[in-house]
């Protein structure tokens, strides 16, 4: 298995779909709270953030999943493979009954949310329903989204939710163009959802042709296993959950639906920078682990360190432009009523560059087996962040929640997860941060100078025009990160590997390994 190749693909393909979402959202977005209005869009938005709660019912197995199945793989046993997968369909089934009952306790609630009008309780149970519907049965579609990661096959996911996204996006403005409303618009989405799944079974299939799913191969014993890694998974996906997704909901509870709407702005923005930056991040895991499993700490070392350059490198140049255009960028996107979202947004574009700067460290450490610091740093810094949302809304509004967000992000991967990972690959972690971190901030000092010069030579007066000089400053950030934020030694070993990866895209294969 080439693992170069694929973290090469996979990144490229991952960027491809990041470039389809944001091109669609920056149409898509304006167009259709223009139709439906910020009310109803802001109701969509937090009906959407409450159903992500659902996916907490998952119990941590996806990410556990793949870890055990890349595990048996790296070991060559395929028949381990496959009592695993087969094990899992049948939890993945239980869970999605379970999803079901959910979603029918939640639509029963509804009317008592705060701020909630009687008038929106039908729409908000409508939406609740159908999404919690999509959500339970995906649950056991999850295994062949496994298989093709475990597979370090991500091209194949990649391109798959590519032509999705297209689609889905096809059917929303279809049907917003013809005036139909929420209601249309969810269920022509979860349509597309559904029909997505099977798209995910093929990519399954090609990367394990060997893939046979029976009910006689389930082992009680296997979920065990799992479980008993996945459990951490668990808290760190409900730290997750309860760290960005319930932001919306104490806005709602808070402020109301309208705010809301202006909420998801900001929240959209900071996602689009994170998902931008974090791409390798997301493909490291199952090389991490085959590299523990075979037990290459030298290997580990290295990707650490080039990992969180390179996500260092791409949060600082993202974020840079991100707050140097915000105000721009969201007057000239979203139009008039959305500016209480800027300054918010700046706080989370911040909050970004710690959580993405410093996310290699978190997949070394789960990867290794430390996945418990991992989970219980991540739900306390989740509650920590809850209490101080509900407390600061009061005071500082969308501000506030932006805040509640940002200090215990920077607390625990500062101060907890950084030191570990150093102590783990026996690293000293001043040295690790000197060698990671002075280029991209070189870099961000010299673009933030251009940001200033540009906006205050040319203000911007069109969408095009502001990313057209976020462009230049980005190439500016590029330029002074080369020139002045590397050494010699590095620019002349990125040269070699970058020509080393050209002759990989023409001939498809590379046996030097990846750092």
């Not at 709602?252 to 202006?262: K, N």
């Not at 090389?287 to 490198?313: F, H, K, Q, W």
């Not at 400053?473 to 010699?488: E, F, N, Q, R, S």
Request: aromatic share 10%; glycine share 6%.
């Amino acid at each position: 298995m080439n693992s170069v190749w694929n973290l090469l693909t996979g990144t490229a393909t991952k960027y491809l779909l990041l470039a389809v979402n944001i091109a669609i959202g920056v149409f898509l977005m304006p167009y259709t709270v223009r139709h439906l209005g910020t009310s109803e869009y802001g109701l969509w938005m937090l009906v959407a953030s409450i159903t992500a709660y659902f996916n907490l019912l998952d119990l941590g197995y996806g990410n556990g999943l793949v870890r055990h199945v890349a595990d048996a793989d790296a070991r060559e046993n395929p028949t381990l493979v496959n009592q695993i997968l087969s094990t899992f369909v049948v939890v993945y089934l239980a869970l999605g009954v379970l999803v079901a009952l959910a979603a029918g306790a939640m639509v029963l609630w509804v009317p008592h949310f705060p701020r909630l009008l009687p008038s929106q309780v039908p729409l908000a149970r409508f939406i609740l329903a159908v999404i919690g519907i999509r959500i339970a049965l995906g649950f056991p579609m999850t295994i062949f989204g496994a298989v093709a990661t475990a597979r370090q096959r991500f091209a194949l996911n990649n391109l798959v939710a590519t032509v999705a996204v297209i689609v889905n996006a096809a059917v929303q403005f279809a049907l917003l163009a013809r005036g139909y409303h929420v209601r249309a618009v969810v269920a022509g989405s979860v349509s597309v959802d559904l029909l997505t799944y099977f798209g995910y079974a093929w990519t399954a299939k090609r990367a394990f042709p060997a893939l046979r799913l029976r009910l006689s191969s389930f082992r009680a014993p296997l979920v065990r296993d799992v479980t008993a890694f996945s459990v951490y998974f668990f808290l760190i996906s409900l730290a997750v959950q309860i760290g960005f997704n319930l932001d919306n909901i104490v806005v709602g509870a808070a402020l109301g639906t309208s705010a809301v709407a202006v909420y998801t702005v900001a929240l959209r923005l900071a996602d689009a920078q994170r998902n931008l930056a974090n791409q390798f991040n997301t493909l490291m895991f199952p090389v991490v682990v085959r590299y523990g499993a075979t037990n290459e700490p030298d290997a580990l070392r290295a990707m650490l360190i080039e990992g969180t350059r390179l996500s260092l490198t791409l949060v600082f140049g993202l974020s840079v432009c991100l707050i140097g255009f915000a105000r721009p960028l969201i007057a000239r996107w979203m139009g008039p009523g959305f500016e209480a979202a800027v300054v918010p947004l700046y706080v989370l574009a911040m909050t970004g560059i710690v959580l993405i700067g410093l996310a290699p460290l978190a997949s070394i450490l789960v990867g290794t087996g430390r996945h418990r610091l991992v989970a219980f740093t991540a739900l306390a810094e989740a509650v920590v962040n809850l209490v101080l949302s509900v407390i600061l809304v009061r005071h500082f509004g969308l501000l506030g929640v932006a805040i509640g967000t940002a200090v215990p992000v920077f607390v625990a991967n500062v101060f907890v997860i950084a030191p570990a990972v150093c102590r783990q690959l026996d690293l000293r972690m001043w040295d690790f941060l000197r060698t990671v971190a002075v280029g991209p901030l070189v870099g961000a000092c010299v673009s933030a100078l251009a940001v200033w010069t540009i906006r205050a030579a040319w203000p911007s007066q069109s969408l095009a025009a502001i990313l057209a000089e976020g462009a230049v400053v980005g190439m500016i950030y590029l330029a002074a990160l080369w020139t002045l934020g590397l050494d010699a030694a590095v620019r002349v070993r990125y040269s070699a590997f970058a020509r080393r990866l050209l002759s990989l895209a023409a001939h498809r294969r590379l046996a030097a390994p990846l750092v």
